[in-house]
């Protein structure tokens, strides 16, 4: 009997040794899957951020209904709604403005024949101008574009392809303009202190020539967009053309081959250094690790370009929002402009992809004291350069007249 009852209690006791361990491999398993749910969840939530849209952030809160990031993914989602509001909203305006927007042309002033030049890193492009009827934009089966100008004898090219047949000419071109005369440096055309109006005159003495800093005429682009801008003469903003609700002073940036940047005071004229040039940034360096960081480069469309062969098409269109919402970010610092206008080619291709980057990368590295100031594409794109020069020519003319 004592036998047996002993016999009893070694097998109770190995049941109970056998039970513990069971217990404690489920526990293990359990937490072992727990972990995995846990980092699972944790790399989901992580290609969400990559992908920072709403849809990823979506997908997440799908297969995560109740996961470690459900709040910051719900707040990532509210943001983007609102963005996408504001976003219909501004391109609402947008259409309206390019319904109603109209170039001031006085009554009494009626002059015929007048062809404008943009010239850039993509050659010229140019159009001609009746402004008896002049009141759209510029469309580009009007625009003729030369890739490949003689740019040693540029004056003579123009002539020898009828291109100085006009009454007034209007120039926006890249480079140093000095005193609105002198191209004092122009690196795409190799020109150093070239005299072009004074060339243009001697092929036609009678000709009038008016010249701009290409940056200069992006921003003057605008001028019957914003409220007072740029006004050359005393002359009232009928309301009935629409004003964009966007407050001085004004930055643009415009993103092409190259990057053209000037600013407005608070009065929405444009300003320059005292020496009376245009501004210019090209030359900046800008921390990335484009091949080339000046800004010219890294900016402009080889650098977008590049990122676009690292990193694939999207990818890196994408990047290059990041990497243009933190130099905005920088240079916002120094000039506190309360609008931002970007323009040129690569934003109208591009902007959809571009606008959530760039407010993303400004708002998380903003300081405190800085304003976020209004990022706005321009309703002109690529041909904003034609439209501002246009606006210069007429502001011009009739102040004189």
């Known amino acids: 009997a004592e036998a047996l009852r002993k016999i009893d209690e070694f097998v109770k006791i190995k049941q109970e040794k056998a039970k513990e361990e069971r217990l404690k491999q489920e526990k293990i398993r359990e937490e072992k899957l727990k972990q995995e749910a846990i980092e699972k969840d944790h790399q989901s939530f992580k290609t969400a951020q990559k992908l920072n849209n709403e849809l990823s952030y979506s997908d997440y809160l799908k297969n995560y209904p109740y996961g470690f990031h459900k709040a910051e993914a719900l707040r990532k989602i509210d943001e983007f709604v609102k963005i996408k509001q504001d976003k219909g909203k501004i391109e609402r305006e947008l259409r309206l403005q390019k319904e109603k927007a109209k170039i001031i042309i006085k009554d009494n002033l009626m002059i015929n024949n007048i062809r404008i030049f943009d010239i850039g890193g993509s050659g010229v492009k140019t159009a001609k101008i009746n402004l008896n009827s002049y009141a759209k934009y510029i469309l580009d089966n009007e625009i003729t574009h030369y890739p490949n100008p003689d740019w040693n004898d ?226 002109f794109g690529k041909n904003a350069g034609l439209i501002g020069i246009t606006n210069y020519v007429i502001k011009n003319l009739n102040s004189k007249k």
Not at 303 to 319: C, S
């Open 154 to 379: 540029f004056v003579p090219w123009l002539n020898n392809n009828k291109l100085l047949d006009c009454n007034v000419i209007g120039i926006s071109s890249a480079g140093f303009i000095e005193n609105n005369r002198n191209i004092k440096l122009c690196s795409i055309a190799n020109w150093t202190n070239k005299q072009i109006v004074n060339e243009i005159k001697a092929y036609n003495p009678s000709i009038k020539v008016f010249l701009l800093n290409d940056a200069e005429a992006h921003l003057m682009a605008h001028e019957q967009i914003f409220p007072g801008s740029f006004s050359l003469v005393e002359e009232p903003i009928n309301e009935s053309w629409g004003i964009f609700p966007f407050p001085a002073p004004y930055m643009s940036l415009s993103l092409g081959t190259s990057v053209g940047f000037a600013m407005s005071n608070k009065n929405g004229m444009i300003f320059r250094p005292p020496d009376n040039m245009n501004f210019d940034i090209g030359a900046l360096k800008i921390p990335t690790r484009a091949k080339n960081n000046e800004v010219w480069w890294a900016l402009g469309s080889h650098g977008l370009q590049e990122l676009e062969n690292n990193l694939g098409k999207e990818q890196g269109v994408i990047q290059y929002g990041y990497r243009l919402g933190a130099f905005l970010l920088n240079i916002c610092g120094i000039f506190r402009p309360k609008t931002v206008i970007l323009s040129g080619g690569i934003i109208e291709n591009n902007w959809d992809k571009f606008r959530f980057p760039i407010h993303n990368e400004f708002e998380h590295g903003k300081p405190d004291w800085l304003e976020f100031p209004e990022i706005v594409q321009s309703p």
